[in-house]
């Protein structure tokens, strides 16, 4: 039997046998669906907190398999575009020294070559994260095929700009920074909005998948009392985090829903923490440590005796 809980818990218990409950009525359903097309929908039924875990549950499915089977192409990614950081950082650092260097005649030339190699640069990252775009898991189908829109329109625009650096298209710097102005309000704000509002979606599927799993964790029926608060309370961090993650990106403005990301993500970082100390009780529960025995065979009557 589940151990006696303080009223402080009483919440997160009521919570975990909602949830509980919303996977039955689930299962339910599907069953009632298969034999009877004319069968009235559960979700009808539902209350809106059991509607949202079953909506984490469906949405966590197949997620941790396919996070292991892409696990290398986005380690490759994240690598991939860590160098490209790197590079761009690199080409400018090269171009301050050639601009330096550079007189009155070389000075446009010098700064057209570097702006050039810098779109290159970029370019490549984006056509990687297509790529990423187009496998990572646990984000929504609608998702994707926004943010691959954005980057193929980005992809687009930044070809036309080289080709325009190339063939010197622009006649001057002041014609070359409007160029630069323009390509970043009308191309790559909006498509860093669409990656980031995927990042959200996915780590929206990533806090379904440990809500899912601290869910299970707290069904076992031995799990000590100190044990089960830390994961009560772990499960009301990832609830907030989840409500956070979802508020990210309805608006237009990439600079302050970067930095909500930001806030989420520390936040998700708290959650972690919670949800190791919630293990560690556990684990001390399940197996507690050992206690030195003191050796009092030196005090027997007998010992002492013999060692006369």
């Known amino acids: 039997m589940r151990p006696t809980l303080p009223m402080t818990y009483r919440r997160s218990t009521v919570l975990l046998s909602v949830a509980f409950l919303a996977l039955c009525v689930s299962k339910t359903y599907a069953q009632e669906h298969s034999s009877s097309s004319s069968s009235p929908s559960s979700s009808s039924q539902m209350t809106e907190e059991e509607q949202q875990w079953q909506q984490r549950f469906e949405r966590a499915e197949g997620f941790r398999l396919e996070m292991l089977q892409t696990r290398r192409g ?7 575009r860590k160098k ?18 550079a007189n009155r005649d070389t000075t446009f030339p010098t700064l057209q070559r570097c702006y050039t190699k810098e779109l290159m640069l970029n370019k490549e990252l984006r056509e990687k994260q297509k790529e990423y775009a187009e496998s990572v898991p646990g984000v929504s189908e609608d998702m994707r095929q926004q943010t691959l829109a954005a980057l193929n329109t980005l992809i687009d625009a930044l070809t036309s700009m080289i080709e325009g650096t190339e063939n010197a298209v622009f006649r001057s710097k002041e014609e070359l920074i409007e160029a630069k102005k323009n390509l970043h309000t009308a191309y790559r704000t909006p498509t860093l909005l669409a990656l980031l509002r995927m990042e959200a ?17 707290t069904q076992n029926t031995s799990l000590s009392p100190d044990a089960f608060a830390k994961a009560s309370e772990t499960m009301q961090c990832y609830e907030e985090a989840e409500t956070e993650m979802q508020s990210i990106g309805n608006t237009n403005e990439f600079i302050k829903e970067n930095g909500n990301m930001r806030a989420t993500m520390q ?16 684990d001390v529960f399940e197996h507690p440590p050992v206690e030195p025995t003191e050796d009092r065979s030196m005090y027997s009557p007998r010992r002492r005796w013999s060692g006369q």
Do not use: G, P
């Open 267 to 282: 936040h998700l970082q708290h959650c972690a923490e919670l949800l190791r100390e919630a293990h560690t009780l556990q």
């Open 74 to 80: 986005v380690e490759f990614y994240y690598d991939f």
């Open 84 to 101: 490209n950081v790197q590079d761009v950082q690199k080409s400018r650092t090269k171009c301050q020294e050639d601009l330096r260097h």
């Open 201 to 217: 979606d996915r780590t929206d599927t990533w806090i379904a998948h440990l809500m899912q799993r601290l869910f299970t964790m």
